[in-house]
T-cell receptor, first 118, second 113 residues
Framework: EAQVTQNPRYLITVTGKKLTVTCSQNMNHEYMSWYRQDPGLGLRQIYYSMNVEVTDKGDVPEGYKVSRKEKRNFPLILESPSPNQTSLYFC?????????????????FGPGTRLTVL | GNSVTQMEGPVTLSEEAFLTINCTYTATGYPSLFWYVQYPGEGLQLLLKATKADDKGSNKGFEATYRKETTSFHLEKGSVQVSDSAVYFCALSDFQGAQKLVFGQGTRLTINP
């Protein structure tokens, strides 16, 4: 089954304790992205990757890191989490970037990771 | 910069009612427009999309038309069902600079039997 998986689905942690949220897709997509969803703000992009070893900042990258060593995986790293990073996080992937005018720019989203930082 | 504005929610309707969720956008160039749906506890799923002016996207009884003159992409359905209860997001593709979707704030829809 074609899908985007995220782990963990739920996480409660404390300020300053490093954590990683994994994201994996099995559709051979080149483009991957991380968003955070906050009430009243919709989804905002954190980082994105156009291909292996190619990553760039989105709108709200502060406090986050990413890596793209393999095409299928795009982990999100919080080196020193703070309470303002409490949010619902979504990973997404597509064959071509969302801005392309191709038929393959549909973003496939993972189920989400609800993170609480105390 | 580019932005999307959706009608304020939540929206509550009775089954078989007509649905409209308003969406307007601000963008340079010619973005593609999307509606995504998020069912409780799940990720977002693409509902429909339109890539150029006057295109109509449709799926599962939902429709939206890309109106460049009014910069709008309103979502409509003629007869809603309880199973349509979800959060709906309007989005546009931003191809200038960062490659991303720009989302509206979402509209929570509840359909009562």
């Amino acid at each position: 089954e074609a899908q985007v998986t995220q782990n963990p689905r739920y996480l409660i942690t404390v300020t300053g304790k490093k954590l990683t949220v994994t994201c994996s897709q099995n559709m051979n997509h080149e483009y991957m992205s991380w968003y955070r969803q906050d009430p009243g703000l919709g989804l905002r992009q954190i980082y994105y990757s156009m291909n292996v070893e190619v990553t760039d900042k989105g709108d709200v990258p502060e406090g986050y890191k990413v890596s793209r060593k393999e095409k299928r995986n795009f982990p999100l790293i919080l080196e020193s989490p703070s309470p303002n990073q409490t949010s619902l996080y979504f990973c997404a992937s597509s064959l071509t970037p969302p801005g392309s005018k191709s038929s393959y720019n549909e973003q496939f989203f993972g189920p989400g990771t609800r993170l609480t930082v105390l | 910069g580019n932005s999307v504005t959706q009608m304020e929610g939540p929206v509550t309707l009775s089954e078989e009612a007509f649905l409209t969720i308003n969406c307007t956008y601000t963008a340079t160039g010619y973005p593609s427009l999307f509606w995504y749906v998020q069912y409780p506890g799940e990720g977002l799923q693409l509902l429909l999309k339109a890539t150029k002016a006057d295109d109509k996207g449709s799926n599962k009884g939902f429709e939206a038309t890309y109106r460049k003159e009014t910069t709008s992409f309103h979502l409509e359905k003629g007869s809603v069902q309880v199973s349509d209860s979800a959060v709906y997001f309007c989005a546009l593709s931003d191809f200038q600079g960062a490659q991303k979707l720009v989302f509206g704030q979402g509209t929570r829809l509840t359909i009562n039997p």
